[in-house]
């Protein structure tokens, strides 16, 4: 069954309004969380790191005060994209690793079925 | 810094016919190798992981993969190939040290042909 789900699978907005994307680690109880995006015909880049209880960690390049991320509960991180614009379209993909922490280099991570944002 | 390279963007294979998509890796340290597979508009399936041991690692839906220090390669292979099996394959490397991140590669178009 899903390790990690994901809110919603698609979503169209006008420029301008604020999208928000649930992450859900089913099977446990996540401490640490990844956001993804992903560019068609394009690999992953990581855009943060959502760190439960504390803030999440921004990769370079990557605007925090774009990309709200929220780790709300041990099972629940949100990523809010504000002010969207046509070029914040993509494909966004949340993961967790096992046992839901961070830290273990060996640990394999598992990522939801992704987002697809469209900004018109 | 880590980095990981597919130089294939697509490979065509008959069905029936053993397959190979390529990876090599740069990473400090001992690598932690993955393979991924997405299917069309969907997130990342795990395949299979080379942690330690054995080079040859037997994943989901028949892959495997050979781990080779020496060519800093982790290629995945099936011994033949299905229809089904036609996907994007994503390889990825962790280095050592807990605040390394997952690396992917750009990704290998694989088509899988009657």
């Known amino acids: 069954g899903a390790v990690v789900s994901q809110h919603p699978s698609w979503v169209i907005c006008k420029s301008g309004t604020s999208v928000k994307i649930e992450c859900r680690s089913l099977?446990?109880?996540?401490?640490?969380m990844f956001w993804y995006r992903q560019f068609p015909k394009q690999s992953l880049m990581l855009m943060a790191t959502?760190?439960?209880?504390?803030?999440?960690?921004?990769e370079q390049g990557v605007e925090k005060d774009k990309f709200l991320i929220n780790h709300a509960s041990l099972t629940l991180s949100t990523l809010t994209v504000t002010s969207a614009h046509p070029e914040d379209s993509s494909f966004y993909i949340c993961?967790?690793?096992?046992?839901?922490?961070?830290?273990?280099?060996?640990?394999?991570?598992?990522f939801g079925p992704g987002t697809r944002l469209t900004v018109l | 810094a880590q980095s990981v390279a597919q130089p294939e963007d697509q490979v065509n294979v008959a069905e029936g016919n053993p397959l190979t998509v390529k990876c090599t890796y740069s990473?400090?340290?001992?690598?932690?190798l993955f393979w991924y597979v997405q299917y069309p508009n969907r997130g990342l399936q795990f395949l299979l992981k080379?942690?330690?041991?054995?080079?040859l690692v037997k994943g989901s839906y028949g892959f495997e993969a050979e781990f080779n220090k020496s060519q800093t390669s982790f290629h995945l292979k099936k011994p033949s190939a299905l229809v089904s099996d036609s996907a994007l394959y994503f390889c990825?490397?962790?280095?050592?040290?807990?605040?390394?991140?997952?690396?992917f590669g750009t990704g290998t178009r694989l088509q899988v042909t009657l």
């Open positions: 990473v400090s340290g001992n690598p932690y």
């Open positions: 099977d446990f109880q996540a401490t640490t």
């Open positions: 990825a490397v962790r280095g050592g040290g807990t605040a390394s991140k997952l690396t």
């Open positions: 080379y942690i330690t041991g054995d080079n």
């Open positions: 993961s967790v690793p096992t046992g839901g922490t961070s830290g273990r280099v060996r640990d394999t991570q598992y």
């Open positions: 959502s760190n439960e209880g504390s803030k999440a960690t921004y």
